[in-house]
């Protein structure tokens, strides 16, 4: 069965510099949810959308925005990156009328 | 008072024996509880999930929610050292929030 897909696999970055991620969800899924998890921690929730439109925001910084498109991918724009954005990204996509999220392979970021 | 709540561990039990993993909630009208493994350096998947008290089976996992003590379980019978994993729960609180815990470290000694 499909999953969902993540681009980026590593990516390795500067301080200050910029970053974007992306999802694509598992076919048929109209929700995108992304996480941060850093080592050692629990996933953080940052973000969701639903039908395009952002449906949830957690603990998302200033500095990062996110949106979902026609296609219903997603991409996380990471902006004057810190040291302690270094961490695991996941994005994880759903059905609408449930919970249950499906989680794809991460996006492994090193900022130095 | 976080969330979602669980012992990190590490938890560890012989193979074939029968793992238990707990987890307590603190929004009390949250309605939906999944159970997440995750390996080192993997995503999260999915094992589990169960929104109606009581006991739901899966094979070897049986996932049990006690909503009056706000409390989920998840037994793993006849574990097997591939079971070796952190074992993440998850609530989903009346906002519709997504809520993980720090998980639970499981070691299956053969």
């Known amino acids: 069965a499909a999953g969902v897909i993540q681009s980026p696999r590593h990516l390795i970055k500067e301080k200050r510099e910029t970053a974007t991620l992306k999802c694509y969800p598992i076919p048929r899924h109209d929700t995108v949810y992304w996480y941060q998890q850093g080592p050692g921690q629990d996933p953080q929730f940052l973000i969701s959308?639903?039908?395009?439109?952002?449906?949830d925001k957690g603990s998302i910084p200033d500095r990062f925005s996110a949106q979902q498109f026609s296609d219903y991918h997603s991409e996380l724009n990471m902006s004057s990156l810190e040291l302690g954005d270094s961490a695991l990204y996941f994005c994880?996509?759903?059905?609408?009328?449930?919970?249950?999220?499906?989680f794809g392979p991460g996006t492994r970021l090193t900022v130095t | 008072q976080k969330e979602v709540e669980q012992n990190s561990g590490p938890l560890s039990v012989p193979e074939g024996a029968i793992a238990s993993l707990n987890c307590t909630y603190s929004?009390?009208?949250?309605?939906?509880f999944f159970w997440y493994r995750q390996y080192s350096g993997k995503s999260p998947e999915l094992i589990m999930f169960?929104?109606?008290?009581g006991d739901k089976e899966d094979g070897r996992f049986t996932a049990q929610l006690n909503k009056a003590s706000q409390y989920v379980s998840l037994l793993i019978r006849d574990s097997q050292p591939s079971d070796s994993a952190t074992y993440l729960c998850?609530?989903?609180?009346?906002?519709?929030?997504?809520?993980f815990g720090t998980g639970t470290s499981l070691t299956v000694i053969p």
């Open positions: 959308f639903y039908e395009k439109m952002q449906s």
């Open positions: 169960i929104y109606s008290n």
């Open positions: 994880a996509s759903g059905s609408g009328g449930a919970y249950e999220q499906y």
């Open positions: 998850a609530v989903a609180n009346t906002g519709n929030q997504f809520y």
């Open positions: 929004d009390r009208g949250s309605q939906s």
